[in-house]
């Protein structure tokens, strides 16, 4: 499975971003798909993630409220629109894909995108 990342750039506070992540590749089976962020000097923490047919979504409580995910099983694609962004957003954002496990797991991730940054200015 390869992932496709797009999107990203620099915001002003306040103001709002989309991301897109494309899954190609034998993506049969992929269950779960999510994105995650890596702020400098920090950890990759969970940020949102979708799972099963019915896309059951989880949030980090930090984001809850201002991103939303949505998934196109079609376009085997993943999206993140981000609204209200605040400068603790700023980090690169990673999508990621697996056939099972936990969604805010990060070691059960077997697939990842490319990174794809977000600055958000105050």
């Known amino acids: 499975v390869q992932l496709q990342a797009s999107g990203g750039g620099l915001v002003q506070a306040g103001g709002s971003l989309g991301l897109s992540c494309a899954a190609s590749?034998?993506?049969?089976?992929?269950?779960?798909m999510a994105w995650f962020r890596q702020a400098p000097g920090n950890e990759r923490e969970f940020v949102a993630g979708?799972?099963?047919?019915?896309?059951?979504?989880h949030y980090a409580d930090s984001v809850k409220g201002r991103f939303t995910i949505a998934r196109d099983h079609a376009k085997n694609t993943v999206y993140l629109q981000m609204n209200n962004l605040k400068p603790e957003d700023t980090a690169v954002y990673y999508c990621?894909?697996?056939?099972?496990?936990?969604?805010?797991?990060?070691?059960?991730?077997?697939?990842w995108g490319q990174g794809t940054l977000v600055t958000v200015s105050s």
């Open positions: 590749g034998r993506t049969l089976g992929v269950d779960q």
């Open positions: 979708v799972m099963g047919f019915i896309d059951n979504t």
């Open positions: 990621a894909a697996n056939m099972r496990g936990g969604v805010r797991d990060l070691p059960s991730y077997d697939y």
